[in-house]
Structures are given as structure tokens and as C-alpha cells.
């Protein structure tokens, strides 16, 4: 069976039973046998268990599949085949662009979730009636649509360019009226229903002729507060971690309340100067939460289906382990200290530990504190080290999930602990998106 019929064939079928995590490493590491460096597996009992957990967790609402955490076409048109999961959440135009003009017709619903710059980019969509058809691009400011007017000066779009509000959904607490502090990302200015509907109705400033230039068709809020952010940390201070927990929880259980009830006065209040398409919330670690919003009509989610270790922290839900990738040993400083070429591929975020890729096989190892995962060498010590010779594999979880694929040109696919073939990922495609 061709390794893309088996990654649908498993996703349809393999939605119970979370695969031992333990089980998945020393199976790949025998089926990888003779493979070349940088390695990565994609493990399709573990994706197509990580798939029907989202979408129970979904409740029914369609999940956006988030491409920046899965970057390889064919998972994502694996995954798109499922019922329940509809349109991508793209990352860049160019990548938007690149998806739209696929053979297969696989991506007619594209939204990038962040601004664009790309001047090139915006006068090739505006050049294709079935790229604007298909691209949503993402604004949160009278600013962005100036510039995008301006890019399209002299360049008429075969039909009015699609976009969606960006909606600032983290949470500002206050106190007598005055505000406490900044918990989420810094995304967008859009705040109120009066914000939204200032940028909604510049819109109309801007024609193409008679015609519009712009149609404004959702709204997004993306609360990173909950949906990307563990609320059972894990270290070796067990009641650090409990107390830790409980401000997490709180906080995540006030912020919810507050952007369900703001996005749902937003979501009105644009709705009476624009027929909105859709309303997209959530992501991976908030699922369950975003979807009790009658507000929102979709979610979103993509880091979920890989599992990386920014994700084994959440209380309520478990993700399998479906990706991870091999470094050889090339050297043995000590007697139970092994050296890795490279290794050091470092998640994007606020450095620190929950950062760097974790060992998991042969069990054991650990990095080195004073050195980590480096560039061009990964010491690690244990007493699996010993065991371990030149050349031997060790296996690492990326801490993000679709950073993974930025370092691999495919991702080696098993099924059963054994190897069915590769598939390309963005970078395997040459392709890069920034």
C-alpha cells in the first residue's frame, strides 16, 4: 500500500488506544536502520490516536489544521480527508499560495493566521481568481489595509481579497479600573467590538474600481494563554509544580471567561456591518474549552497530531508521541557519556529547559547541563551510554512540533514498528517559509 493511502487508511481506522510511548522508539530505531542523518519517524498509530482525541475533544465543531505544526503535504492531506477536520491555518502567503496552486485540489480553504509584508506574494494572489478564492489573509489595523492597498496599486485583483480580524484574546486583569498586567501573546491592538468595527468599515474605503477592494470574512482569536501554555508543569520540585498548577489553573479558568464573553460581543458587533464566514478560536491545549464558546464556529489545532513535549503538561488531555528524530553517537568523552553529532535543535519561545529536544531512547540519557544541546555536538550522560557505540542512534522529542521538519527533507513513516516509506516535508519539497 502506498504510504499515503496507509497514513488516510490509519487515520480512518485508528482512532482508539493510545500507543505506549515507550514502545515507539526502540521499533523505530531497528526499521531505521541503515538510514541517513538528520532522521525523523512520524509514527501513524500515534498521529491517528492524537487525531480522534482532538476531534472528541472538538465536541463537533471543525478543526483548522495549524500547517506551521505539521509542514509536509502529505500529512496534511492525510489528515484534511477526515471528517471533522476542514481548511488549513496557514503560517506565510507564499506558503498559502503554494498550498492554493496544489495538483490535487486538496486546499481550497486557506487562512494565514498572521499579517503579511510579503509585497510579491500579495500582487501574485490578487493575479489568480482561484488564490483569492481560496487565501484569507489576516489584519488587525486600518495600517495593514493602507498597505495592502497600496501594494495592489495598479495590480486589480480578479476578485476582492479576503480577510479576517485578528482579535487580541489575551487577558488583562484589573483592579478599581486599572489594569494589573499583560497575560498571552502580543498579537493583535483589536480589543473591543469598536475596534473591530473601526477596521471593518475602513474596508469600504478601498475600491477596485466600483468594486471592493477588500470583503471581510471572519474573525479570529487565538487565546495562547490556555491553549499553549501547560497547566501541570513537571520538574523536581513537586510542590513548586502543585502551586504552580494552581495559579495556572486559575488563571486559564478567568481568562477563558473573559475572552468568551468579549469575543461573543465582538463577534455581534461585526456581524452587524459584515456577513461573517467563520469564527476561529482556540488551539491544541484548549479545545474543550474554546468550543463551549457559541461564538466560535471552528477551531483550530496542529501541534496535537505530533506530540511534542511542550504537551505532556496539560491536565486535560494526553497526546501519543508521534514524532522524534535520531542523532548518531561519533564520540565517548567518559565512560558513561556519549557524544551526538548535532542535536541542538532548540524550539522557538522563551529560552530554557522546555526548549531542547529530551532523550527518551536508549532510556537514561540526559544532556549536560553545562553544555545542552549544541549546534554541532550533544553530550549526553547515563548509564545507557556504555551500551551505546559509534554510530548507534540516539532519539530525541522536539519540544515544538513542526520545527521538527525544518531540519529533515522527510519524515520516515512507520507503521507497527515498521518503516512504509517516506514523505516529504516542506523542506524535502524545497520549499522554506519564513
Known amino acids: 500500500?502506498?504510504?499515503?493511502?496507509?497514513?488516510?487508511?490509519?487515520?480512518?481506522?485508528?482512532?482508539?488506544?493510545?500507543?505506549?510511548?515507550?514502545?515507539?522508539?526502540?521499533?523505530?530505531?531497528?526499521?531505521?536502520?541503515?538510514?541517513?542523518?538528520?532522521?525523523?519517524?512520524?509514527?501513524?498509530?500515534?498521529?491517528?490516536?492524537?487525531?480522534?482525541?482532538?476531534?472528541?475533544?472538538?465536541?463537533?465543531?471543525?478543526?483548522?489544521?495549524?500547517?506551521?505544526?505539521?509542514?509536509?503535504?502529505?500529512?496534511?492531506?492525510?489528515?484534511?480527508?477526515?471528517?471533522?477536520?476542514?481548511?488549513?491555518?496557514?503560517?506565510?502567503?507564499?506558503?498559502?499560495?503554494?498550498?492554493?496552486?496544489?495538483?490535487?485540489?486538496?486546499?481550497?480553504?486557506?487562512?494565514?493566521?498572521?499579517?503579511?509584508?510579503?509585497?510579491?506574494?500579495?500582487?501574485?494572489?490578487?493575479?489568480?481568481?482561484?488564490?483569492?478564492?481560496?487565501?484569507?489573509?489576516?489584519?488587525?489595523?486600518?495600517?495593514?489595509?493602507?498597505?495592502l492597498a497600496a501594494t495592489l496599486r495598479g495590480h486589480s485583483p480578479a476578485a476582492p481579497i479576503r480577510l479576517c480580524l485578528d482579535l487580541d484574546a489575551s487577558w488583562r486583569p484589573s483592579l478599581g479600573g486599572r489594569t494589573l498586567g499583560h497575560i498571552g501573546v502580543y498579537r493583535s491592538p483589536l480589543r473591543t467590538g469598536a475596534d473591530a468595527i473601526a477596521v471593518a468599515l475602513a474596508m469600504d474605503a478601498h475600491r477596485n474600481g466600483p468594486e471592493p477592494l477588500f470583503k471581510l470574512v471572519g474573525i479570529m482569536a487565538y487565546e495562547a494563554q490556555v491553549a499553549g501554555l501547560q497547566d501541570t508543569p513537571h520538574t523536581a520540585n513537586k510542590v513548586a509544580d502543585l502551586a504552580k498548577s494552581a495559579v495556572l489553573t486559575q488563571i486559564q479558568r478567568s481568562s477563558m471567561a473573559e475572552i468568551n464573553h468579549r469575543r461573543g460581543n465582538v463577534v455581534a458587533a461585526v456581524r452587524n456591518v459584515a456577513e461573517l464566514e467563520f469564527v476561529n478560536g482556540g488551539g491544541t491545549g484548549s479545545l474543550e474549552l474554546t468550543t463551549a464558546d457559541p461564538s466560535v464556529t471552528e477551531l483550530a489545532a496542529g501541534s496535537g497530531l505530533f506530540g511534542p513535549t511542550l504537551f505532556d503538561g496539560y491536565s486535560r488531555f494526553t497526546p501519543a508521541h508521534a514524532v522524534g528524530f535520531a542523532a548518531p553517537v561519533v564520540r565517548r568523552p567518559g565512560p558513561e557519556l556519549v557524544t551526538v553529532l548535532g542535536g541542538g535543535w532548540i524550539a522557538s519561545g522563551p529560552s530554557g529547559p522546555d526548549r531542547s529536544p529530551v532523550p527518551v531512547h536508549p532510556a537514561g540519557l540526559s544532556l549536560i547541563g553545562t553544555e545542552g544541546p549544541g549546534e554541532v555536538q550533544t553530550p549526553l550522560r547515563g548509564a545507557a551510554a556504555a551500551q551505546l557505540r559509534i554510530g548507534d542512534k540516539v532519539w530525541f522529542r522536539h519540544a515544538k512540533s513542526g520545527e521538527i521538519c525544518e531540519h529533515v527533507d522527510a519524515l520516515e513513516v512507520l507503521d507497527g514498528g515498521h518503516l512504509q516509506g517516506s514523505i516529504p516535508t516542506y523542506r524535502g519539497e524545497g520549499k522554506a517559509f519564513v
Not at 482512532?15 to 521499533?27: N, V
Not at 472538538?58 to 480527508?81: D, F
Not at 493566521?113 to 488564490?131: E, F, K
Request: with cysteine; aromatic share 6%; hydrophobic share 50%.
Open 1 to 147: 500500500m502506498a504510504t499515503m493511502q496507509l497514513l488516510k487508511q490509519n487515520l480512518e481506522d485508528g482512532r482508539a488506544g493510545r500507543p505506549a510511548p515507550a514502545a515507539m522508539w526502540p521499533a523505530a530505531n531497528a526499521a531505521c536502520t541503515g538510514l541517513q542523518f538528520p532522521l525523523a519517524a512520524l509514527d501513524l498509530a500515534a498521529l491517528s490516536h492524537n487525531a480522534g482525541s482532538l476531534l472528541r475533544r472538538a465536541a463537533g465543531k471543525p478543526i483548522r489544521v495549524a500547517s506551521k505544526s505539521i509542514r509536509s503535504k502529505e500529512v496534511l492531506k492525510a489528515v484534511l480527508a477526515q471528517p471533522g477536520f476542514a481548511g488549513i491555518l496557514g503560517f506565510t502567503l507564499p506558503e498559502a499560495l503554494w498550498l492554493a496552486h496544489d495538483p490535487s485540489d486538496a486546499f481550497t480553504d486557506i487562512v494565514v493566521a498572521y499579517p503579511t509584508a510579503d509585497a510579491d506574494a500579495v500582487r501574485a494572489l490578487a493575479a489568480s481568481a482561484s488564490a483569492c478564492a481560496r487565501v484569507t489573509l489576516m489584519v488587525d489595523s486600518t495600517e495593514q489595509l493602507q498597505w
